[in-house]
C-alpha cells in the first residue's frame, strides 16, 4: 500500500470567466523507502498539488489516501492529528518562529508534539548532517536564505513524520548542499523508510529521485528522468 496517494485530483481557483483548472486529474503515489521528485516550471501547480497532498488545502475533486484512509473522510480534529504526527512540511515560507533561536525552534516543537520527536543526539547528527550545528544561537533574521532552508529542513525531520513534504527546499542553496540535501532525503527515505515527495524545479535533484514526476499546466506525468524538460 502506498503511504501517500492522490486519486484524480483536480483543484479551481476563481469562478466564472476567472475559473481557473489548477491541477487536472492528478494521479500519484508515493511509497516508503523512496525519494519522490515532482519536476515543473514555476506555476505549473506544484504547491498547489503539495498542499493538497499534505491536507493543507482541500481538492475540488477526487480523494486523497494517507495509509490508505481517505483525508477527506476524517473530522478536522483527525486531519490536525495526522498532519501533526504523519507529515512534515518544508514549505517555500519556512515557518521558522522569528523570535525564536534556532535551537528553541525544535523545543517549541515539542511543546506542539509531546512524543516521538529525534532525541538530543539524533537531532545533533542532523544539525551536523546539514552543516547547520554553529547556528543553534541565531535568530532565524540573523540566518542566511540557505541557512534558513536547511534550518527548516531540520524542524521538519525532527518530529520523525513517516511523510516528508517540501516545496522547493533546495531554491537558495549552492550545488554542493543541494547534493548534501539530496543525500540526506534519499538516505532518510531508504534506512527510515520514510516516503520523502519533493516538488520543485530545481532539476540539480533528479540523480537523488527513486521516481520522478513532471508536472505541466496541472497535468502530472511519471517520467523517466532522462526525458524531464528543461526548462
Ligand atoms: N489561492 C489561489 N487562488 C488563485 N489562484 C491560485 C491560488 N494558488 C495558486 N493559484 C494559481 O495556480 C497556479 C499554480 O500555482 P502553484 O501551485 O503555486 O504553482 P507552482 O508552485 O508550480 O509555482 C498558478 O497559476 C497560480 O496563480
Ligand atoms: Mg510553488
Known amino acids: 500500500m502506498s503511504v501517500i496517494e492522490l486519486k484524480n485530483i483536480n483543484k479551481y481557483f476563481g469562478s466564472g470567466i476567472s475559473k481557473v483548472h489548477v ?28 498542499t493538497i497532498a499534505g491536507g493543507l488545502q482541500t481538492p475540488s475533486s477526487g480523494s486523497v489516501e494517507v495509509e490508505g484512509q481517505a483525508v477527506e473522510s476524517l473530522t478536522k480534529a483527525q486531519r490536525d492529528q ?15 518562529v522569528p523570535y525564536l533561536k534556532v535551537k528553541e525552534q525544535f523545543e517549541f516543537v515539542d511543546k506542539i508534539k509531546h512524543e516521538g520527536n529525534l532525541d538530543q543526539k539524533e537531532l545533533a547528527d ?29 524542524r521538519a525531520l525532527y518530529a520523525n513524520p513517516d511523510i516528508v513534504l517540501a516545496d522547493e527546499p533546495t531554491a537558495a542553496l549552492d ?7 539530496g543525500r540526506l532525503f534519499k538516505n532518510l527515505a531508504e534506512t527510515r523508510n520514510k516516503a520523502v515527495v519533493v516538488v520543485t524545479h530545481d532539476l540539480r535533484l533528479l540523480d537523488f529521485a527513486d521516481k520522478t514526476y513532471e508536472i ?3 497535468k502530472i ?6 526525458h524531464v524538460t528543461d526548462r
Do not use: W
Not at 507529515?87 to 521558522?96: A, C, D, E
Not at 542532523?126 to 531540520?154: C, H, K, W
Not at 506525468?221 to 532522462?226: A, F, G, V, Y
Open 221 to 226: 506525468s511519471l517520467k523517466d528522468k532522462e
Open 126 to 154: 542532523l544539525l551536523d548532517q546539514l552543516g547547520i550545528s554553529q547556528l543553534v544561537n541565531q535568530f532565524p533574521g540573523e540566518l542566511s536564505g540557505g541557512q534558513t532552508q536547511r534550518v527548516a529542513i531540520a
Open 82 to 96: 495526522l498532519r501533526l504526527n504523519q507529515i512534515g512540511f518544508v514549505l517555500q515560507s519556512y515557518n521558522l
Open 23 to 50: 491541477l487536472k486529474d492528478v494521479n500519484f503515489a508515493a511509497d516508503r523507502g523512496q525519494l519522490i521528485l515532482v519536476v515543473g516550471p514555476s506555476g505549473s501547480g506544484k504547491s498547489t498539488f503539495l
Open 216 to 218: 505541466l499546466d496541472g
Open 175 to 181: 550545488s554542493e548542499k543541494v547534493a548534501e540535501v
